[in-house]
């Protein structure tokens, strides 16, 4: 694969320009261009001659749309192709506040949670700061967004792979997309998903980028987090607790618990009691979802009602609550679940034309 042009901030381009021998503006102009989410090729302000040279070097489309599904809701599902081959996903969620895009961070993922679909087959690699925003530049424009009137207003870290687990190139992805001169989302517009990856937590405190911090718990005790999340055999949640109050005292930015409700596993009464005893008091929030069942996992998500007793219980003990509403569960909106059911698609193709 070649160089990837995106994974260059503004400055780090106009070192490239000035060592390529071509007038600073080009700079500007090829990185304006880039922003638009457009591709070196159709990039009308720069010379054939100076757009051949970069090609040698740079792919021109590291992140193309393969596919896209929409939901009755109007949630759109992408399957992205990259320059390799590799497929990733993201989904463009509509509200009414603006569009909340969910992006990829890795191909594949070596977390192994036991509900999750991106895992399914470990990781195959991480993917660089510029292939996580060209995610954003694509739909944007696909969206009729420019970088002043964004289409794509708020960003979530949720896609296949674990961010802090590619934690250089998110970090450069953070720093990339929030730039002044680029597409300039908001650190409080971006949220950042971990399975709770502790030492990061806190290395991610002192990068200056106070995104909104969210930490996948799916359960109030490590014996039972164990059960569905290894990575609970590293990082107990005591060990994330303080995480995350670093985070807060170092960003000030309240901090979110997702919690995914599991039939017979975590979605009971008292597990919401437990659940509340250990939030009580915190500057948090719990995003509650009903799991989207996934077709290789055996296990199921609850029903509404059960979800909303579930909720009921922790605003009755004071915690802040929310029952997210399953966008896109028509079109597989879970993580990893396009993806997995396209490879198995071109691995059945594979084996059919090997018969
Ligand atoms: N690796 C990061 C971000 C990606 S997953 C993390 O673990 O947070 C984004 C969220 O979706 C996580 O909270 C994850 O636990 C949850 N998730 C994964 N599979 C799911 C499913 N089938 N149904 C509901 N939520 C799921």
Redesign the pocket.
């Known amino acids: 694969m070649k160089e990837i042009l995106q994974d260059l901030s503004l400055p780090a381009l106009e070192a490239l320009v000035a060592e390529m021998g071509e007038k600073k503006f080009r700079a500007g102009q090829l990185y304006r261009g880039l922003m638009r989410g457009k591709r070196i090729s159709d990039i009308t302000e720069l010379s054939k001659a100076f757009k051949e040279r970069l090609l040698e070097r740079f792919e021109d489309e590291p992140v193309r749309v393969r596919e896209v599904l929409t939901a009755e809701d109007g949630t759109e599902k992408y399957l992205f192709e990259l320059a390799d081959g590799n497929l990733v996903e993201g989904v463009l969620m509509r509200y009414k506040y603006g569009n909340t895009q969910c992006v990829s961070t890795q191909v594949g993922?070596r977390?192994g949670?036991a509900?999750?679909?991106?895992g399914l087959n470990g990781l195959l690699r991480d993917l660089t700061a510029g292939e996580i925003l060209c995610q954003i530049l694509v739909v944007n424009a696909r969206c009729g967004g420019t970088p002043e009137k964004r289409a794509v207003t708020n960003v979530v870290?949720?896609?296949?792979?674990?961010?802090l687990d590619n934690y250089e190139n998110t970090v450069k992805f953070l720093q990339n997309v929030t730039a002044q001169e680029g597409i300039c989302i908001s650190p409080r517009n971006i949220s950042l998903?971990?399975?709770g990856i502790v030492p990061k937590m806190y290395a991610l405190a002192e990068e200056g980028i106070p995104v909104n911090l969210?930490?996948?718990l799916?359960a109030s005790t490590d014996e039972e987090r164990r059960r569905t999340m290894p990575v609970a055999n590293a990082y107990p949640i005591a060990d994330i607790l303080k995480a995350c109050d670093n985070y807060f005292a170092k960003t000030g930015r309240r901090y979110i618990f997702?919690y995914?409700l599991i039939e017979g596993e975590n979605a009971d009464i008292p597990h919401a009691e437990a659940l509340a005893k250990l939030l009580k008091g915190r500057p948090c929030h719990v995003n509650l979802?009903?799991?989207?069942?996934?077709k290789e996992?055996s296990?199921r998500?609850t029903s509404e009602k059960e979800a909303y007793r579930f909720l009921g219980s922790l605003e009755k003990a004071g915690i802040s609550a929310t029952l997210r509403r399953r966008t896109g569960a028509d079109i597989g909106g879970?993580?990893?679940?396009l993806r997995a059911s396209r490879l198995k698609e071109l691995q059945g193709e594979e084996n059919d034309a090997g018969n």
Request: glycine fraction near 12%; charge should be neutral.
């Open positions: 993922c977390m949670c509900f999750c679909a991106s870290l949720m896609g296949s792979g674990e961010p998903s971990t399975c969210t930490v996948s799916h997702e995914s979802i009903r799991l989207n069942a996934v996992r296990l998500g879970a993580c990893g679940q």
